[in-house]
């Protein structure tokens, strides 16, 4: 998936309103901002394969060690543990691991038997959501309205720079999926890695959104003084 991840960040934030939307992002994105460093070290591979799905013409035929699922799970721990030991934040931390497995659970949904389980083992799964191209918009749209509508709902403009660079990011991401859409052209590898590299550019600017918006707060009610019921 490419802006169902952003969804998970975003909806994250109810769970985690302490936690800024950035460093949400980043779990929720950690494994795919990982592939194009590896990639470029030589670590991991992928290559231009029109036909491979209908939706992403790539053949990711070597990343086991940002998309295993045993790694996942490694990445979901030391995340979880690493931001517990700086903010001392047991519930963000638990939300943060859990959003890197999720990035594994999407992709494993998204695409076809290629997720590999084990590094260095040659067993590969994945349910084939790519295969269809209207399928998968349906569903990653409807993730990502849902995560949008989540986090409108937990976090609320305090000027105009959180509602408008919250507003300008929702439409940007909507428009680099339409993008991803209409280009059935695959972009070389070198394109490819250098693409995923730019997926960094978007941290600071969720930061920066995050500094001006504030979690609501909701009032709890007073509980009623229970009245015995009448014979």
């Given amino acids: 998936m ?8 975003l909806a994250a934030k109810k769970a985690a309103p302490k ?17 194009p460093i590896l990639a470029l070290l030589g670590l991991e591979h992928v290559r231009p394969d029109p036909g491979n ?11 086991p060690i940002s998309h295993s699922v045993i790694t996942s799970i490694t990445w979901s721990i030391a995340f979880g543990l690493i931001y517990f030991a700086i903010r001392g934040d047991r519930k963000g931390s638990w939300v943060l691991g859990i959003c890197v497995l999720s990035h594994w659970i999407l992709d494993f949904i998204s ?15 994945g349910l084939g959501l790519w ?43 909507i428009l680099f999926y339409v993008g991803i859409i209409l280009n059935r052209e695959p972009a070389s590898k070198s394109a490819l890695t250098i693409g995923g590299l730019l997926q960094w550019i978007i941290i600071p600017w969720t930061y920066w959104i995050d500094r001006h918006r504030r979690v609501v707060v909701v009032a709890e009610m007073p509980k009623e003084t229970a009245q015995p019921s009448s014979a």
Avoid at 2 to 9: E, R, S
């Fill in 131 to 173: 295969n269809s191209v209207a399928g998968t918009v349906i569903v990653e749209g409807g993730i990502f309205v849902a995560g949008v509508i989540l986090y409108i709902r937990t976090a609320t403009a305090v000027d105009r720079i959180g509602r408008y660079s919250f507003w300008a990011f929702v439409v940007f991401s």
């Fill in 2 to 9: 490419f802006i169902g991840h952003y969804a998970v960040a």
């Fill in 53 to 63: 799905t209908a939706f992403a013409p790539y053949d990711f035929y070597d990343y």
């Fill in 19 to 35: 936690t800024s939307l950035g460093t949400l992002l980043i779990s929720a994105q950690f494994p795919d901002l990982l592939f």
């Fill in 111 to 125: 695409h076809r038997p290629d997720m590999p389980l084990i590094p260095g083992v040659a067993s590969y799964v």
